[in-house]
C-alpha cells in the first residue's frame, strides 16, 4: 500500500533452497513487520524491527531470518529449515504507534 | 499472552443492510486496536485506527468503537453494499509504540445484491 513495496509477487522454492522475499519503504517509518498468512489461520508474526541493526523473533521464527541495515529494507529469508513454507507472506511498516500500512504480499510455493 | 477473537468466520447480508462486526480481546492494555480489510489474494487495507484513549472513530459508511474494559471493538458499517464484500480483520497492539500487532482471524463478508 502506498510506498510499501514486497517483490516478487509469486515465488516458487524447491526442496532445501533458501529463498530471500524483498520489503522495501518509501515512509520512512522506524517499524517493519513479517507476517505469514495461512487459509484459516489469521496472520502471525514471524519477525519485527523497530530500529536499523535491530529485530526480534515473533511468534513463528523457526526457519526464517531477516536483517535490517537500511531504514527503508526488511528482507525475508524463508531457509531449507522451514518444513512448511507454502503460505502468502505480508510486510508491514509503521511509526510511532500509529497506523500500520501493508504490502500486497507474496505467495510462496513449494515444487 | 494477547488473543484476539472474531466471530462469526463468515457473514452474508443483503445489499443496504447496517452491520456490526465483532472483535474481543483478552488483555485490556492496549496501545491502539486497528481494522482492516482484505480483498482476496492482496494485501491489507487499512480502514480505522483506534488510539487505547479514543471511544469511536468514523470514515464515510465505517464507524468503529473501542471499550477497553470490556477488551470489544465494533465495527458499524452502514447501507452496506456489494463492494464491502472482503475479509475484516481486526489487530491490537500491546503497550509500546512499535510493538507487534495480534490479529483476529477475520470476517468474511458477503454482500448479496
Known amino acids: 500500500d502506498g510506498g510499501i513495496t514486497q517483490s516478487p509477487k509469486y515465488l516458487f522454492r524447491k526442496e532445501g533452497q533458501n529463498v530471500t522475499l524483498s520489503c522495501e519503504q518509501n515512509?520512512?517509518?522506524?517499524?517493519m513487520y513479517w507476517y505469514r498468512q495461512d487459509p484459516g489461520q489469521g496472520l502471525r508474526l514471524i519477525y519485527y524491527?523497530?530500529?536499523?541493526?535491530?529485530?526480534q523473533k515473533g511468534d513463528i521464527a523457526e526457519g526464517y531470518s531477516v536483517s535490517r541495515e537500511k531504514k527503508e529494507s526488511f528482507p525475508l529469508t524463508v531457509t531449507s529449515a522451514q518444513k512448511n513454507p507454502t503460505a502468502f507472506y505480508l510486510c508491514?511498516?509503521?511509526?510511532?504507534?500509529?497506523?500500520?500500512?501493508f504490502g500486497q504480499g507474496t505467495r510462496l510455493t513449494v515444487v | 499472552k494477547q488473543e484476539v477473537t472474531q466471530i462469526p468466520a463468515a457473514l452474508s447480508v443483503p445489499e443496504g443492510e447496517n452491520l456490526v462486526l465483532n472483535c474481543s480481546f483478552t488483555?485490556?492494555?492496549?496501545?491502539?486496536l486497528q481494522w482492516f480489510r482484505q480483498d482476496p489474494g492482496k494485501g491489507l487495507t487499512s480502514l480505522l485506527l483506534?488510539?487505547?484513549?479514543?471511544r469511536e472513530q468514523t470514515s464515510g459508511r465505517l464507524n468503529a468503537s473501542l471499550d477497553k474494559s470490556s477488551g470489544r471493538s465494533t465495527l458499524y458499517i452502514a447501507a452496506s453494499q456489494p463492494g464491502d464484500s472482503a475479509t475484516y480483520l481486526c489487530?491490537?497492539?500491546?503497550?509500546?509504540?512499535?510493538?507487534?500487532?495480534?490479529f483476529g482471524k477475520g470476517i468474511t463478508l458477503s454482500v448479496r445484491p
Open positions: 515512509l520512512n517509518h522506524d517499524a
Open positions: 488483555d485490556s492494555a492496549i496501545y491502539n
Open positions: 524491527s523497530q530500529i536499523v541493526n535491530d529485530f
Open positions: 489487530a491490537v497492539t500491546r503497550t509500546g509504540a512499535n510493538s507487534k500487532l495480534t
Open positions: 483506534i488510539q487505547s484513549s479514543q
Open positions: 508491514a511498516v509503521r511509526d510511532r504507534g500509529t497506523e500500520a500500512f
